[in-house]
C-alpha cells in the first residue's frame, strides 16, 4: 500500500466556492454539443456536489469525472478518467466524463504530448480519487456516528458492517463536499484495481460514430463569421502588401487586412514556433466565400532579411533566436549535410578510446543514413474558435500546450489572462504539431479586429504548408572490428537541419567500451518543430538498421548480438550516465522473439527486427514482409512493449497498431523537399500517405507483465518500426535501404509501391 | 446566389448559396451538419464522403447546383441512435483514435456493404483505400466492415 500526502496536488483540492471570487467565468458544459450523455442506468442529476477538481458527484449517485489533458486521439480522455474511478472505486458505468477547460488553478499538467499524460498523471488522479473516496467515508463516519477505518466502499457504495449501515455515494455527497480535505490517504494495492487494466471503450465513442460536433471545425455560434488566411508560399518570403480592394466587393466578404502573432518586444516562449508571424486574414460570411475570395487576393510578396528574436527556453534561460535570410534548396541542405558528416562534430559522449580503436581494426563498417522533413498532416487541419470582444476572450480550437499559447496570447491581444478563457477542443490529430498553437492567437486576432465570433480555417495547402516540420536528418554510425570479427569501437555522428537527433546516453552507450557519439546541426529558415517521438523516430531507424546489418557482418542472429550488449550493460556498464535499463530493454526483445517465432518463420516471409527506448517505455518490433506480384505486402507486425502498469489495454494495443501503421507510412512514402523555399507538396494527392491496403494485414502487440508505474505509449512503438521495415525489405530484396523514403528505391528496382 | 432545394436525411431543406459551392460546405456551415468532414477538398481523403441515392461521393467536389432531387444522406441520417450495423461495429471494435476521419470511413463502408454484402480482405482493402486514416486505424476499421458484413 502507499499512502500520498494530498498535498502534492493541493490545487486539484480547489473547490469551485473557494474561487467564486477569483474572476474566472467558469463553465464546465460551456459548449452545449459537449454535454454528457447520461450513459446506461442513471439519468442527470439534479444538483452536483464537487469534491474536488477532477470529480464531482450527483445525489443520485452518478459521477462526472473532468479529464485534464487535451485529447488528440490518444484516449487520455477515457483513461485519465479510469484512474481516478479506480480510486473512487465507483462503477464505471455510471460515470459522465467530460473534458475540462484549461485552467491552471485547477489542474496541474494540462498537457499533451511526450508521452506523459498517464506517467505523470497516474498519482496525481490516484491521490484525487483516494482522497475523494476518503472524503465520501468521513461523511458516512460522521453521518452514522462509527469511525471511517470500519467503513469500506465498494462500486460507489459506503458499507459498515457491524452496524449494517449502506449508503450510495450521492447520499453522502453533499456533506463530502463540505468537508476539510484529509492530509494524507492510502492508494490502493495494484491487485485491487477494478478498473485499471480492463478495456474500457472510448468515451466518445457514440459520438464520433454519429458525427456530433467534438472538434473545434465543427463549431458554431450565434453571428459567427468565417475567416481563411494568407500566408507567404515559401520560406524566407514575407507580406510587402496586398490589395484588399481586389476581394473586398466579392460576395460575402466583411473584410482583410493582416495579423502579426508576435509585438515587436515579446519574448518567446519554447512553443513560439509561428512559420510566418504575419499573414492576410480574410474575414467573410461562409466558408466557400472566403475560399473564393484566398484565390483571387492580389498580394505582393519580398524576401525576408535574417532576422532575430528573444525568448526564453525550457529552464528559464534567455537568448537570442535567430531566423537567417534566404530561399533554400533540398538539394542544397544534402549537400551540405554530406559535407558535415566528414567535419568533427561537437562531441556528445566518449568513452574509452575509440579513435585508437579504429585506428588498428582489422575492419571498420561504416553507413550513413538520411530521412527528409516530414508533414505532420493532422486529419484536421489547424483551426479555431475565437470570440474576442469588451476585452474578453473565449478561444476554443485544438491545442497540445493551452499553457504555453497563453502569453502569446496575452501580448498579442493586450488582454490580461484573467480575461481569456482557453477552451480545450478534442484534436483530429496532434503527432506534436500542436504543441504549437499560433492558429489559436490567429484566430483570436482576427476576432479581435471584426469584433464579432469568428471561425478560422487552414485549407489542407495552408496546414501542410505552414512549417514545424519533423526536421531532415542524417547519421553516420561506425563500428570497428578486429580480426576475429569482435567489436571493439562503436562511433555516430548524427546531425540535421536544425538539430542533431543524438540521444549520446541511450543504447548502445554503455555497451561498448570504446565509444563516440558527435553531433552537429546546421541553421536553416524552415521551421521545425516535435513530431511523435521527436529525434528517436530518426536515430533509432539508423541505429537498428546499423546493428542489423553489423550483426550480419559478425554473423550473429540480429536478436542475439543486440541481447549480448545489452548483457554487456546490465553486467558491467560502460560509464556513468546511461539512460536505460538494459534488463527491461532485453526483456521486449525476448519477448518479442518468442511471440513472432522468431526461430521458425513461416516460408516466404522476410522478417526484420528492430526495437528502441524512449519516453520511458520499451518497445521491440519483429516485422513480416511476403512478396506479392513483385510488391513487399507487410504481413504481420509484432510489438513487445514495456510501458509498465496498461490503463487500458484495448486502447493501448489501438495506439500500438496506430503508431505502427504511421511509422511503415513515414518509413515507405512520407518526404517533403524544398524548392526556392517552396514546400514541394501541397496536399494528399502528391504527399504519399499510407492507406488501407498498404497496412500490415495484422499487428499484435505484447504487454511485458509489469508492476512498474505507466509510462509513455504514444511515441515509444513509433521509432523501431522503420528499421524493423528496412532490416526486412533487406531481407526480401537484397539491398539495404539507408534513405528514406524507402519507396522511390524500391521503383528503381521495379518493385511495385 | 441561388436558392436550392435538397433532400437530407429525408427531410427538405431549402439553402441560398453561390451556385458553385460544394456540398460539403453548404452541409457544414450552411445546414449545422458537421459530422461531414473537411480534410483536403481536392477528393483525396475522403472526410467528407455521403451517399447520393445510397452511394458514396466526395462532397468537397459536388457543387450543390449538380445535385438534382436525388436523396442525400450523411453521417448524422445514418441512424437515429448510433445503432445502423455499421456504427455498432465501429463501436464494437473501438475504431476511432482522433476520430476525425471516422465519419467518412464509416460512410464509404455502408455504401459498400450495400452493394457487396460479402466481401473478401482485397476488396474490402480496395473499396476503403479512399479513405486517409492520419491515426492509423486500418486494420480495426477492416475488422468493423467484416463485423458489419457479418451481421
Ligand atoms: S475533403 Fe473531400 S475527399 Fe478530402
Ligand atoms: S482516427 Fe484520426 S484520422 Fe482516423
Redesign the interface.
Known amino acids: 500500500m502507499s499512502i500520498e500526502k494530498t498535498s502534492i496536488n493541493r490545487r486539484s483540492f480547489l473547490k469551485v466556492s473557494a474561487l467564486a471570487g477569483g474572476g474566472m467565468v467558469l463553465s464546465f458544459s460551456w459548449l452545449a454539443g459537449c454535454k454528457p450523455t447520461p450513459k446506461e442506468v442513471l439519468s442527470m442529476p439534479k444538483e452536483w456536489f464537487e469534491l474536488n477538481s477532477y470529480i464531482k458527484i450527483g445525489e443520485n449517485g452518478a459521477v462526472t469525472l473532468f479529464s485534464p489533458n487535451p485529447e488528440?486521439?490518444?484516449?487520455v480522455k477515457t483513461s485519465m478518467p479510469m484512474i481516478l474511478a479506480d480510486e473512487l472505486d465507483i462503477d464505471w458505468k455510471n460515470v459522465f466524463v467530460e473534458q475540462a477547460d484549461f485552467y491552471p488553478e485547477r489542474y496541474d499538467r494540462q498537457f499533451t504530448g511526450g508521452s506523459q499524460g498517464i506517467r505523470q498523471g497516474w498519482t496525481p488522479l490516484r491521490t484525487a480519487g483516494a482522497t475523494a473516496r476518503m472524503m465520501l467515508v468521513n461523511a458516512a463516519a460522521q453521518t452514522w456516528k462509527v469511525s471511517a477505518s470500519e467503513i469500506t466502499t465498494g462500486a460507489g457504495t459506503i458499507h459498515h458492517k457491524s452496524s449494517n449501515k449502506k449508503a450510495g455515494y450521492g447520499e453522502m455527497a453533499s456533506l463530502a463536499a463540505t468537508l476539510p480535505v484529509p492530509e494524507e490517504v492510502k492508494l490502493k494495492e495494484i491487485k485491487d484495481f477494478k478498473i485499471i487494466g480492463t478495456?474500457k471503450?472510448?468515451v466518445?465513442?457514440?459520438k464520433?460514430?454519429?458525427?456530433?460536433?467534438?472538434?473545434s471545425?465543427?463549431h458554431?455560434v450565434d453571428g459567427m463569421l468565417?475567416s481563411s488566411i494568407v500566408h507567404p508560399p515559401a520560406f524566407g518570403i514575407k507580406l510587402k502588401s496586398f490589395d484588399a480592394s481586389s476581394v473586398k466587393s466579392m460576395?460575402?466578404i466583411k473584410d482583410i487586412f493582416s495579423v502579426k502573432v508576435f509585438s515587436e518586444d515579446y519574448e518567446r516562449n519554447f512553443f513560439d514556433t509561428a512559420t510566418f508571424p504575419e499573414m492576410v486574414a480574410i474575414v467573410g460570411n461562409?466558408?466557400?466565400?472566403v475560399l473564393?475570395a484566398k484565390k483571387a487576393l492580389k498580394v505582393e510578396w519580398e524576401n525576408a532579411p535574417q532576422s532575430s528574436f528573444a525568448m526564453t527556453d525550457f529552464g528559464g534561460n534567455k537568448s537570442t533566436g535567430t531566423i537567417p535570410a534566404g530561399l533554400e534548396n533540398s538539394a542544397d541542405h544534402k549537400a551540405k549535410m554530406a559535407e558535415y558528416t566528414t567535419k568533427p562534430g561537437n562531441i556528445l559522449r566518449r568513452d574509452g578510446d575509440p579513435e585508437a580503436q579504429f585506428k588498428k581494426a582489422a575492419k571498420v563498417l561504416e553507413r550513413t543514413y538520411s530521412a527528409p522533413f516530414l508533414a505532420h498532416?493532422?486529419?484536421?487541419?489547424m483551426n479555431c474558435f475565437a470570440d474576442v470582444s469588451g476585452g474578453k476572450a473565449v478561444v476554443y480550437g485544438p491545442t497540445q500546450a493551452p499553457e504555453s499559447i497563453m502569453g502569446t496570447l496575452v501580448q498579442a491581444l493586450g488582454i490580461p489572462k484573467e480575461n481569456i478563457q482557453i477552451n480545450l477542443a478534442?484534436?483530429?490529430?496532434?503527432?506534436g504539431r500542436r504543441a504549437y498553437s499560433h492558429h489559436m492567437v490567429e484566430a483570436a486576432l482576427i476576432s479581435q479586429k471584426v469584433n464579432a465570433p469568428v471561425k478560422m480555417?487552414y485549407?489542407?495547402e495552408d496546414d501542410m504548408t505552414s512549417g514545424v516540420y519533423r526536421p531532415t536528418y542524417s547519421a553516420t554510425y561506425r563500428a570497428a572490428l578486429d580480426e576475429n570479427n569482435k567489436l571493439i569501437a562503436f562511433h555516430v555522428k548524427a546531425g540535421g537541419i536544425p538539430e542533431t537527433p543524438i540521444a549520446p546516453n541511450r543504447f548502445p552507450a554503455g555497451a561498448i567500451d570504446h565509444y563516440l557519439a558527435e553531433g552537429w546541426q546546421i541553421e536553416s529558415n524552415i521551421t521545425i518543430g516535435a513530431f511523435r517521438a521527436p529525434r528517436s523516430n530518426f536515430i533509432a531507424s539508423a541505429e537498428q538498421s546499423f546493428l542489423d546489418e553489423l550483426a550480419e557482418v559478425m554473423e550473429k542472429d540480429p536478436i542475439a548480438f543486440r541481447l549480448e550488449l545489452l548483457d554487456r550493460a546490465k553486467t558491467n556498464p560502460v560509464g556513468e550516465k546511461n539512460d536505460y535499463n538494459a534488463a527491461r530493454y532485453a526483456g521486449v526483445l525476448e519477448l518479442v522473439r518468442e511471440k513472432s517465432k522468431w526461430n521458425s518463420p513461416l516460408d516466404n516471409v522476410h522478417r526484420g527486427v528492430s526495437a528502441y527506448f524512449c519516453h520511458n517505455s520499451y518497445v521491440a518490433e519483429v516485422l513480416d514482409i511476403v512478396m506479392k506480384d513483385n510488391k513487399p505486402m507487410v504481413e504481420k507486425v509484432y510489438a513487445a512493449v514495456d510501458c509498465g502498469i496498461v490503463v487500458n489495454p484495448?486502447?493501448a494495443t489501438?495506439?500500438g497498431?496506430?503508431?505502427?501503421?504511421?511509422g511503415i507510412?513515414n518509413a515507405f512514402f512520407g518526404e517533403l523537399a524544398f524548392e526556392n523555399g517552396v514546400p514541394n507538396k501541397t496536399?494528399?494527392?502528391k504527399y504519399r500517405?499510407?492507406?488501407?491496403?498498404e497496412?500490415?494485414?495484422?499487428?499484435e502487440v505484447h504487454f511485458v507483465d509489469s508492476k512498474e508505474d505507466p509510462t509513455g505509449l504514444g511515441e515509444p512503438f513509433f521509432p523501431p518500426v522503420f528499421a524493423a521495415l528496412a532490416n526486412s525489405l533487406y531481407k526480401a530484396t537484397g539491398r539495404r535501404y539507408y534513405d528514406q523514403p524507402f519507396a522511390p528505391q524500391l521503383e528503381m528496382q521495379n518493385l511495385k509501391m | 446566389m441561388a436558392k436550392f432545394n435538397l433532400n437530407i436525411n429525408g427531410k427538405s431543406k431549402e439553402v441560398e448559396v453561390d451556385a458553385a459551392t460544394p456540398l460539403l460546405w453548404v452541409l457544414r456551415d450552411h445546414l449545422n451538419l458537421t459530422g461531414t468532414k473537411y480534410g483536403c477538398g481536392i477528393a483525396a481523403c475522403g472526410a467528407c464522403t455521403v451517399h447520393l441515392d445510397g452511394v458514396a461521393v466526395r462532397s468537397c467536389q459536388m457543387p450543390v447546383s449538380n445535385i438534382e432531387n436525388q436523396k442525400i444522406t450523411t453521417i448524422e441520417g445514418l441512424s437515429e441512435n448510433g445503432d445502423h450495423p455499421v456504427q455498432k461495429a465501429w463501436l464494437e471494435h473501438d475504431v476511432p483514435q482522433c476520430g476525425y476521419c471516422q465519419s467518412g470511413q464509416i460512410m464509404t463502408a455502408v455504401a459498400f456493404l450495400k452493394e457487396n454484402p460479402n466481401p473478401s480482405d482485397p476488396e474490402i482493402e480496395n473499396a476503403m483505400n479512399g479513405n486517409i486514416c492520419r491515426c492509423g486505424t486500418y486494420l480495426r476499421i477492416k475488422a468493423a466492415v467484416k463485423t458489419a458484413a457479418n451481421s
Not at chain 1, 478534442?426 to 503527432?431: A, H, K, L, P
Not at chain 1, 500517405?689 to 491496403?693: G, H, K, L, P
Request: proline content about 4%; glycine content about 14%.
Open positions: 488528440f486521439g490518444s484516449n478495456s471503450k472510448n466518445d465513442g457514440l464520433i460514430v454519429t458525427g456530433q460536433p467534438l472538434f471545425i465543427d458554431k468565417y460576395q460575402g461562409s466558408t466557400w466565400e473564393q498532416n493532422t486529419m484536421e487541419p478534442r484534436m483530429g490529430g496532434g503527432f480555417v485549407t489542407r484495448d486502447a489501438n495506439m497498431e496506430g503508431a505502427i501503421v504511421d507510412g496536399n494528399f494527392d500517405m499510407i492507406r488501407q491496403a497496412a500490415p494485414k495484422a499487428i
